[in-house]
C-alpha cells in the first residue's frame, strides 16, 4: 500500500473527462459570482460593530475627577463655589479652582473643529481622540483694557463618587460669612465650556460642553439635573478608555429679590451600571476561513448539480442531441 | 430482487462515481488529503467545543417588580471592639424603623488571636432575670432614679441601664449600682475589653432605599430621631477597624461579583465613621436546567470620615456624627437578566456540515489545480527533451 493510496480526491485523466462548452461557461460565471460573494464576506468580516454590555461596577470606588471650565458674567471675587454631597461634606471649591478675570464674550476663542458631535459613535476615533493630550486651555490674561465684567472658572478637581450638588453662587447670597455682593453686579449669565467627569478628554463632547445661557434678571437659578453613567469604550485593538457619560436635564427659575439664591447648580447622580462598549467585528479570523470555505465549497458543489439537473432536462426535451450512451454504469 | 429495484433509482444518482480504473492517484493528493483531514479535524473540535460551551447573555430591563423583599447576607469581624457595644440597627426610607434587630443576627465573641470563645443568637441582652435564690422572691430593684419601665423594677443591670436611656442620662458608672455589681457587669466588661466581635447572620428587609448600620452603644427612639448611647466611649474612641468576609444581597449567581467580599479596613483608631453607598441593581439569572433565581448585585461607593475634628487652635469639637459601619442602599430602577446560553443543535450540525463539505470542496479544487499544472509541467519538459 503506497502513500498515494490515501488520495481522496479522484482524479480522471483528461482522455476520460468530457468537456462541455456550457460547463465552461458554467464554470466562468461560477468564478464571477463566487468572486462577488467572497469579497461580500470579507467586507462583512472588515465591518465593525458596536457591541453594548452592561457591567454592574466591581471595583469600591472612592474620589472621581470632576472638570469645570465655565464663565460667569460676573467679577471673581463676587462668586463662590461649593460641592456638597449625600455625605454630608461640604467643599469649598473657591480656591481649588482656577479664576480669571475675563470678558463675556459667546464666541469661543477655542477653536473646537475637532471635536465630535452629533455623529455615529465611532469608538476607534473616541480612543484615539482621547490619547490626543491636551490640557485645558489656560486663559491668558487680556491686556490694554482692565475692566473685566466675568470671571473664568476653570480646573478640576476630586470629590467622593456619590451624588452631589456643585454650586456657583453669589458670595453673600446662600452661604454665611461672604460679603454681601450687590445686587446689580449679580448676573448668572454663564457659558459652560467643559463639564466632565473622570478624566479630562477635551475632544470628548459631554452634553453640556459649548452650551450658554443668559440670565434675564439678578435673581436667576439654574439647575442642571445630571445622571451619569460610567462608560468603558474598547476598540478592536483592545485599547480601554474609560469615562463617564451623561445625560442632562435643565430648569431655570426667577425669584423675587431675596426670595431664593441665585447660582448655578449641578446636581449629579451616578447610575450603577457601567456601560461597556466593545467595538468588533461580527465574527472571528477563523471564523471567516470556515465560512470562506464553505461558501466556495457549497457553491461549486451546487452549481455543478444544476448544471446537470439543467442538462438532462435539455435533453429530456431534444434527445437527439443527447451524448450517445452505450452502456448504463 | 432487492438489486433490481435499487437499480430504478440509479438515475437519481447525485455522487456518481469514477471507475477505479480511471482514477489517478498521487501522493501530492494524499498530502492534500491529509492536509484538508488534519484541518477538518481541528475546525471540528473548535466547532464542538463552541457547542458545549455555554454562554452568559445579559439584557437590560426595567426592574417591574413589586413588594419585593430582600436579604441582606452578611459576615463582619470587628478586631477590636467586644460584642457587647455593638449594635445593629436597620432603617428604611419607607417608615419601617427596625431597632435592634434581631432577626437570625449572630454575634460571636472573638479572643484576640481570632479564634472563637463564645456564640450567641443576638437577643435583647440581659434580659433574663436575676437568679430568684440570690434575691428574695418579691424583689424589686431600684432604678437609681431613672424612669421606671411598666413593671416598676429594675430587676437586672440591663434594666437600670435602659431606664438610664429612657430617661437620657449616660450610663457611665455601673460600678455604683447594686444590680451590677451583683451581676457582675464591669468583670464582663473587663473580661470582654480585649475581646473583638463577629456579626453574621441575614437580614430580610423590603426593597427600598434604606441603611444599615452596626455602631456602639444601645440605640433607642427619642423624638423620632434615632440615637445612640455612646456617651461612655467618647473619651476613649473605638477601633472601627472591620473586616467584611461577605456581603450579598441575594443568592450567589455566576458573572456576579461582590465588590465588598473580603474587604479589610485597618488601622481606624479614634472615632471613624464609614459610610458605604452601596446601589442595588437587581438581577435575574436563567439558568439552563434549573428555575431561574431572582436576586442583586451593587457597586459602591466608600467613604469614611474621622470624627476626631481639631480646628486650627487644637480644640476637638464634638463629633458631629455617630461612629460606625453604615451600608446606605439605594434600588436601581434597571434589572439585569442573564440567560445561560448554548448553541442549537441543528445549528453545530450546519457548522458541521459547512466545514466537512466546504474544506473537502476547496481541498479537492486546490488538488485538481496541482495536479494539472504538474501534469502540464512534465509534458512541456518531455516536449523540450523531444525538440
Redesign the interface.
Known amino acids: 500500500m503506497q502513500f498515494k493510496e490515501f488520495d481522496a480526491f479522484p482524479k480522471v485523466e483528461s482522455g476520460f473527462v468530457k468537456r462541455t462548452g456550457s460547463g465552461g461557461i458554467l464554470t466562468l460565471i461560477i468564478s464571477a459570482v463566487l468572486c462577488i460573494l467572497v469579497f461580500g464576506e470579507i467586507a462583512d468580516y472588515m465591518k465593525l460593530r458596536n457591541e453594548y454590555n452592561f457591567i454592574v461596577d466591581p471595583l469600591i470606588n472612592h474620589e472621581l475627577q470632576i472638570n469645570v471650565d465655565i464663565t460667569v458674567a460676573m467679577p471673581c471675587d463676587a462668586l463662590t463655589v461649593d460641592l456638597r454631597d449625600i455625605a454630608n461634606v461640604q467643599l469649598s471649591l473657591s480656591d481649588k479652582l482656577h479664576k480669571i478675570p475675563t470678558h463675556f464674550t459667546l464666541s469661543s476663542g477655542v477653536s473646537r473643529t475637532d471635536k465630535m458631535r452629533d455623529q455615529p459613535l465611532n469608538v476607534k476615533q473616541l480612543v484615539r481622540a482621547a490619547s490626543r493630550n491636551a490640557a485645558l486651555a489656560q486663559a491668558s490674561k487680556q491686556k490694554g483694557n482692565e475692566d473685566f465684567k466675568a470671571c473664568r472658572i476653570f480646573g478640576s478637581f476630586e470629590s467622593n463618587k456619590l451624588s452631589s450638588n456643585l454650586h456657583i453662587m453669589a458670595a453673600g447670597h446662600g452661604y454665611f460669612g461672604t460679603p454681601h455682593t450687590d445686587h446689580n453686579v449679580m448676573n448668572m449669565t454663564h457659558k459652560i465650556d467643559e463639564f466632565s467627569f473622570g478624566e479630562l478628554y477635551p475632544t470628548i463632547v459631554n452634553p453640556l460642553d459649548d452650551s450658554f445661557e443668559i440670565s434675564e434678571t439678578a435673581f436667576e437659578a439654574f439647575q442642571y439635573f445630571i445622571v451619569v453613567v460610567p462608560t468603558i469604550y474598547v476598540d478592536r485593538y483592545k485599547n480601554r478608555l474609560m469615562t463617564n457619560q451623561y445625560s442632562v436635564s435643565e430648569y431655570r427659575r426667577a425669584y423675587d429679590e431675596h426670595q431664593g439664591f441665585p447660582g448655578l447648580f449641578f446636581k449629579y447622580d451616578f447610575e450603577p451600571l457601567t456601560v461597556m462598549i466593545t467595538e468588533e467585528s461580527s465574527m472571528s479570523f477563523g471564523h471567516l476561513l470556515v465560512r470562506l470555505a464553505g461558501l466556495v465549497g457549497g457553491y461549486y458543489v451546487t452549481a455543478g448539480m444544476a448544471h446537470k439537473v439543467l442538462s438532462a432536462i435539455y435533453y429530456w426535451f431534444r434527445p437527439e442531441q443527447a451524448p450517445l450512451r452505450k452502456h448504463n454504469v | 430482487m432487492v438489486k433490481s429495484s435499487l437499480s430504478r433509482f440509479?438515475s437519481f444518482d447525485?455522487y456518481a462515481k469514477?471507475?477505479d480504473d480511471?482514477?489517478?492517484?498521487?501522493?501530492t493528493?494524499?498530502a492534500?488529503?491529509?492536509l484538508s483531514a488534519f484541518i477538518i479535524l481541528v475546525?471540528l473540535i473548535?466547532e464542538f467545543l463552541d457547542y458545549r460551551s455555554v454562554r452568559i447573555e445579559?439584557s437590560?430591563i426595567v426592574d417591574g417588580g413589586r413588594k419585593e423583599k430582600m436579604s441582606i447576607d452578611f459576615d463582619i469581624t470587628f478586631p477590636k471592639i467586644p460584642c457587647y457595644i455593638l449594635t445593629l440597627d436597620v432603617m428604611d426610607v419607607a417608615g419601617e424603623h427596625q431597632s435592634d434587630i434581631t432577626h437570625s443576627v449572630y454575634k460571636v465573641q472573638l479572643a484576640p488571636d481570632g479564634t472563637e470563645i463564645k456564640r450567641e443568637r443576638s437577643q435583647n441582652l440581659g434580659n433574663t432575670g436575676p437568679d430568684p435564690k440570690e434575691v428574695g422572691e418579691n424583689y424589686c430593684g431600684d432604678c437609681g432614679g431613672a424612669a421606671r419601665p411598666e413593671s416598676g423594677c429594675c430587676n437586672t443591670c440591663e434594666d437600670v441601664r435602659q431606664a438610664y436611656v429612657r430617661s437620657g442620662w449616660s450610663f457611665n458608672h455601673p460600678e455604683g449600682i447594686e444590680q451590677c455589681v451583683r451581676e457582675g457587669y464591669m468583670e464582663k466588661m473587663k473580661e470582654q475589653a480585649n475581646q473583638g466581635c463577629r456579626v453574621h447572620g441575614m437580614l430580610t428587609v423590603n426593597k427600598v432605599t434604606g441603611n444599615f448600620h452596626i455602631a456602639p452603644g444601645r440605640s433607642f427612639q427619642n423624638a423620632n430621631m434615632h440615637v445612640h448611647d455612646i456617651q461612655q466611649y467618647l473619651e476613649h474612641g473605638l477601633d472601627f477597624s472591620h473586616h467584611i468576609r461577605r456581603l450579598t444581597f441575594g443568592q450567589h449567581v455566576p458573572n456576579?461579583?461582590n465588590?465588598?467580599d473580603d474587604?479589610h479596613v485597618d488601622g481606624a483608631e479614634g472615632l471613624y465613621m464609614f459610610?458605604y453607598?452601596i446601589?442595588?441593581?437587581g438581577t435575574t439569572h436563567h439558568y439552563m436546567n434549573k428555575p431561574p433565581v431572582r436576586t442583586n448585585?451593587?457597586?459602591?461607593?466608600?467613604?469614611n470620615?474621622n470624627l476626631h475634628y481639631k480646628d486650627e487652635h487644637g480644640r476637638v469639637h464634638q463629633p458631629n456624627?455617630l461612629p460606625g459601619v453604615f451600608f446606605n442602599f439605594d434600588i436601581?430602577p434597571?434589572m439585569?437578566v442573564q440567560v445561560e446560553e448554548r448553541k442549537s443543535f441543528t445549528s453545530f450540525l450546519t457548522?458541521v456540515c459547512?466545514?466537512v463539505?466546504?474544506?473537502?470542496?476547496?481541498?479537492?479544487?486546490i488538488?485538481?489545480a496541482i495536479?494539472r499544472a504538474e501534469r502540464t509541467l512534465k509534458r512541456k519538459m518531455e516536449l523540450g527533451k523531444a525538440l
Open positions: 440509479k447525485a469514477t471507475l480511471f482514477r489517478v492517484k498521487t501522493s493528493g494524499a492534500v488529503t491529509f475546525l473548535g445579559s437590560l456576579v461579583q465588590p465588598l474587604q459610610q453607598y446601589k442595588v441593581v448585585q451593587y457597586s459602591v461607593t466608600q467613604f470620615r456624627g436601581s434597571m439585569v457548522g459547512a466545514i463539505g466546504g474544506i473537502f470542496t476547496v481541498a479537492s479544487i488538488d485538481g495536479w
